[in-house]
């Protein structure tokens, strides 16, 4: 069944793409609109931009726009009708379900289709049947779960049968091909058949970041010899490790709060956010991987470790933390008292209380893991409280951001009683040792040989040739290089690191961004060699040469001052025809698949795009780009 024209103008009306975005990319306030970093291709300096008044996306970095449909379609890997019903689901607005998606559909929706019919089966066996009323009672009377919760996190119950769901999704013309490949049934050991997975369990349904069903989790209620939690296995649409459960409820309350609570479990999940508490998230028994950890990062940039009193519990948040601290998030670890869990704790003492105890109870990386240290070693010997030292060092070398870096030493000699200028040097052998084991490992690599020259021959010549800056490239590196911090913003307001060639350049690019960041632009750090042979003798290059506006970039109408006479017009300059260069790459490249293509639908697409592209020109040569980033 097609979706109306007038269902969808309902959804679109009802979808801000501020907020459908804000999901995604943590955007900031620029002008009328927003910005972020583009969650479509990498880059450093925000350059994906948010049109609250069109409701529509654009990335000036890599290109891609649209309106909030198409955001979701290419960030979730969605066809259109499941965009359409996901962000319905979101707004509340009830669309008719689809009958069976037919032969033809795509295998993805049909599991999805599955999944959906699945949760609601579950629910309805839980909230409607007599058989459902054991598990109703766990929930309520025993887990104090209320009803409202059950809605909200759709808890269900799934019957003491072989083929309940079985015999329900046959009659609702679900095949059993596509039950298996949703995790839902089990195939017999004779191949005479399959069988429900789930059987006498209270279900928790997992959803994705857009509210759409992937997976379950089941708990048993029976006293058999059986495991007590099963979970969906991996499927087309379930990828455990890049799954959080609750990110959906919660991932509002992160960003509003700025961190993420992350506990073990579906129950902490549930009754913490019952009691108030609602930025929490569980890894569903899985150990903390780096997909979850970029899925929280979307949201925040703190994360608190809840981990139960165990040698168990410290061992995961001591593996956790290195992760977290890799992929630039701030993290803090909270012990629980002894056999208490967030759900037992929450449920007696209540959400206040719960909060007050991690403010006051949270840790930072440094004290946990030298504490673990002490409790596991009791460096007791001069060897292992050193080896303590090292372990606390090697994640403190881990966290990107220097003057973070920075401020973990001086906490680690605070507490350790090392001096920082010898955390410091332990930190820098630590990084030769990475560095030497990275260089033995590509020594021993194979190398690829070209014909009868051998491996020799390729050792010694590029297999690829770098790529040479464009000149307006080199006076933009030369303006960041000489005028320092207020022209790098500058510049890196209005550019994205994209737009530099790869290589030397784009390197660059990158380290002055790193720097600016760490608050100190050294151009000394380019020449030193740290940074690269290739970004040396750029830098030397465009410092020795004194690359200047070329008078030729008057034939695009860009003004040429003399780089001391004014630099930020000069910047301008160099930034409008470089943003020229690139796009008129695009459009030359653009005609010649106009010129290939056949097709006429894919011909007039082309040309749209054509169109679009000679609208950005137009906006690049009149210096609109300089509002897209406005303050």
């Given at each position: 069944?097609?979706?109306?024209?007038?269902?969808?103008?309902?959804?679109?009306?009802?979808?801000?793409?501020?907020?459908?975005?804000?999901?995604?990319?943590?955007?900031?306030?620029?002008?009328?609109?927003?910005?972020?970093?583009?969650?479509?291709?990498?880059?450093?300096?925000?350059?994906?931009?948010?049109?609250?008044?069109?409701?529509?996306?654009?990335?000036?970095?890599?290109?891609?726009?649209?309106?909030?449909?198409?955001?979701?379609?290419?960030?979730?890997?969605?066809?259109f009708?499941?965009?359409?019903?996901?962000?319905?689901?979101?707004?509340?607005?009830?669309i008719?379900?689809?009958?069976?998606?037919?032969?033809?559909a795509?295998?993805?929706?049909?599991?999805?289709?599955?999944?959906r019919?699945?949760?609601?089966?579950?629910?309805?066996?839980?909230?409607?049947?007599?058989?459902?009323?054991?598990?109703?009672?766990?929930?309520?009377?025993?887990?104090?779960?209320?009803?409202?919760?059950?809605?909200?996190?759709?808890?269900?119950?799934?019957?003491?049968?072989?083929?309940?769901?079985?015999?329900?999704a046959?009659?609702?013309?679900?095949?059993?091909?596509?039950?298996?490949?949703?995790?839902?049934?089990?195939?017999?050991?004779?191949?005479?058949?399959?069988?429900?997975?789930?059987?006498?369990?209270?279900?928790?349904?997992?959803?994705?970041?857009?509210?759409?069903?992937?997976?379950?989790?089941?708990?048993?209620?029976?006293?058999?010899?059986?495991?007590?939690?099963?979970?969906s296995?991996?499927?087309?649409?379930?990828?455990?490790?890049?799954?959080?459960?609750?990110?959906?409820?919660?991932?509002?309350?992160?960003?509003?709060?700025?961190?993420?609570?992350?506990?073990?479990?579906?129950?902490?999940?549930?009754?913490?956010?019952?009691?108030?508490?609602?930025?929490?998230?569980?890894?569903?028994?899985?150990?903390?991987?780096?997909?979850?950890?970029?899925?929280?990062?979307?949201?925040?940039?703190?994360?608190?470790?809840?981990?139960?009193?165990d040698?168990?519990g410290?061992?995961?948040?001591?593996?956790?933390?290195?992760?977290?601290?890799?992929?630039?998030?701030?993290?803090?670890?909270?012990?629980?008292?002894?056999?208490?869990?967030?759900?037992?704790?929450?449920?007696?003492?209540?959400?206040?209380?719960?909060?007050?105890?991690?403010?006051?109870?949270?840790?930072?990386?440094?004290?946990?893991?030298y504490?673990?240290?002490?409790?596991?070693?009791?460096?007791?010997?001069?060897?292992?409280?050193?080896?303590?030292?090292?372990?606390?060092?090697?994640?403190?070398?881990?966290?990107?951001?220097?003057?973070v870096?920075?401020?973990?030493?001086?906490?680690?000699?605070?507490?350790?009683?090392?001096?920082?200028?010898?955390?410091?040097?332990?930190?820098?052998?630590?990084?030769?040792?990475?560095?030497?084991?990275?260089?033995?490992?590509?020594?021993?690599?194979?190398?690829?040989?070209?014909?009868?020259n051998?491996?020799?021959?390729t050792?010694?010549?590029?297999?690829v040739?770098?790529?040479?800056?464009?000149?307006?490239?080199?006076?933009?590196?030369?303006?960041?290089?000489?005028?320092?911090?207020?022209?790098?913003?500058?510049?890196?307001?209005n550019?994205?690191?994209?737009?530099?060639?790869?290589?030397?350049?784009?390197?660059?690019?990158a380290?002055?961004?790193?720097m600016?960041?760490?608050?100190q632009?050294?151009?000394?750090?380019l020449?030193?060699?740290?940074?690269?042979?290739?970004?040396?003798?750029?830098?030397?290059?465009?410092?020795?040469?004194?690359?200047?506006?070329?008078?030729?970039?008057?034939?695009?109408?860009?003004?040429?001052?003399?780089?001391?006479?004014?630099?930020?017009?000069?910047?301008?300059?160099?930034?409008?025809?470089?943003?020229?260069?690139?796009?008129?790459?695009?459009?030359?490249?653009?005609?010649?698949?106009?010129?290939?293509?056949?097709?006429?639908?894919?011909?007039?697409?082309?040309?749209?795009?054509?169109?679009?592209?000679?609208?950005?020109?137009?906006?690049?040569?009149?210096?609109?780009?300089?509002?897209w980033?406005?303050?």
């Amino acid at each position: 069944m097609a979706i109306s024209d007038h269902k969808i103008e309902e959804v679109r009306s009802a979808s801000d793409i501020v907020d459908v975005v804000g999901n995604y990319v943590r955007l900031k306030k620029r002008g009328s609109g927003f910005v972020g970093l583009c969650p479509f291709h990498n880059e450093k300096t925000p350059s994906f931009n948010v049109n609250p008044r069109m409701q529509i996306f654009k990335c000036f970095g890599c290109g891609v726009g649209g309106d909030v449909f198409q955001f979701l379609m290419r960030v979730e890997r969605l066809s259109f009708p499941e965009a359409v019903r996901a962000l319905a689901e979101n707004a509340g607005i009830v669309i008719p379900d689809d009958s069976n998606p037919g032969p033809q559909a795509d295998a993805s929706e049909a599991v999805y289709h599955a999944l959906r019919f699945a949760a609601r089966f579950f629910h309805q066996q839980l909230v409607e049947t007599d058989e459902g009323r054991t598990a109703l009672h766990y929930l309520v009377d025993i887990r104090g779960i209320s009803t409202s919760s059950i809605r909200k996190f759709g808890l269900g119950y799934a019957p003491d049968g072989w083929d309940t769901l079985l015999n329900a999704a046959r009659a609702a013309s679900i095949s059993e091909e596509v039950l298996l490949k949703a995790g839902l049934v089990v195939e017999r050991n004779d191949g005479s058949g399959v069988y429900d997975r789930y059987r006498n369990r209270v279900i928790f349904p997992i959803f994705s970041k857009v509210g759409k069903v992937i997976g379950f989790g089941g708990r048993v209620l029976s006293d058999a010899d059986q495991p007590k939690y099963i979970n969906s296995p991996e499927t087309i649409v379930y990828h455990k490790s890049h799954v959080l459960y609750g990110l959906f409820q919660a991932r509002q309350d992160i960003r509003r709060q700025g961190e993420a609570i992350l506990v073990e479990g579906y129950t902490d999940v549930i009754s913490l956010a019952q009691a108030g508490v609602g930025h929490v998230v569980a890894s569903s028994g899985t150990a903390l991987t780096v997909e979850q950890i970029d899925a929280i990062k979307k949201y925040c940039d703190r994360v608190i470790l809840i981990y139960d009193a165990d040698t168990a519990g410290a061992a995961a948040a001591v593996r956790g933390i290195d992760l977290i601290l890799e992929r630039g998030l701030a993290v803090y670890v909270v012990r629980l008292p002894d056999k208490e869990d967030p759900d037992t704790f929450v449920r007696r003492e209540g959400a206040e209380a719960f909060m007050r105890f991690l403010h006051d109870n949270r840790m930072d990386f440094v004290t946990f893991k030298y504490n673990v240290e002490r409790d596991e070693d009791d460096l007791n010997t001069p060897e292992s409280e050193a080896a303590g030292q090292r372990s606390v060092v090697a994640s403190i070398a881990r966290i990107p951001d220097p003057l973070v870096r920075a401020q973990y030493v001086r906490r680690a000699s605070e507490i350790m009683g090392v001096p920082e200028g010898t955390l410091e040097r332990t930190m820098a052998g630590l990084a030769r040792q990475r560095r030497g084991r990275r260089g033995r490992r590509r020594s021993t690599e194979p190398q690829a040989s070209s014909g009868a020259n051998g491996p020799e021959q390729t050792q010694s010549q590029p297999a690829v040739a770098v790529a040479v800056p464009a000149p307006e490239e080199k006076v933009l590196l030369r303006l960041m290089l000489e005028f320092g911090p207020d022209i790098v913003e500058f510049i890196l307001s209005n550019m994205s690191l994209d737009e530099f060639t790869p290589g030397p350049s784009r390197d660059a690019v990158a380290a002055l961004v790193a720097m600016y960041q760490a608050g100190q632009v050294d151009k000394t750090k380019l020449l030193d060699g740290s940074t690269g042979e290739g970004v040396q003798h750029l830098a030397a290059e465009v410092l020795t040469d004194r690359h200047e506006p070329s008078t030729n970039w008057s034939r695009q109408n860009i003004d040429v001052p003399t780089l001391n006479q004014d630099p930020r017009e000069s910047a301008t300059s160099a930034m409008a025809l470089l943003k020229l260069d690139r796009i008129d790459q695009a459009i030359r490249q653009l005609n010649s698949r106009i010129r290939s293509e056949v097709g006429e639908e894919q011909v007039r697409s082309l040309q749209r795009q054509m169109m679009e592209l000679h609208a950005i020109r137009r906006d690049i040569q009149d210096r609109r780009f300089l509002s897209w980033n406005e303050v």
